[in-house]
């Protein structure tokens, strides 16, 4: 579990130097760490909290991003 915690937190990084909104890369990582099986079908993503602390943004921003996943694909939110 270490491990692919690690994985996780490498792949959904965001670089604040880059000219492309944390937000818009934060949605952009997860949907590629999706699409390379790192979270697998069903498997639920991390919540605000985890996803902000994973990421290295802030809530608001990891709330953002998890909004606009759930309305580009077939994802659902649910609160916990």
Known sequence: REGRDEVREETLAVDSAVNVSLCEQL??????AISRGVYQPGER??????LAAQAGVSTK???????RLAKSCSST???A
Do not use: E, T
């Open 27 to 32: 949605l952009q990582n997860l949907k590629r």
């Open 45 to 50: 993503l991390p919540g605000v909290h985890a």
């Open 61 to 67: 921003v990891s709330r953002q991003a998890l909004a």
């Open 77 to 79: 939110r649910k609160r």
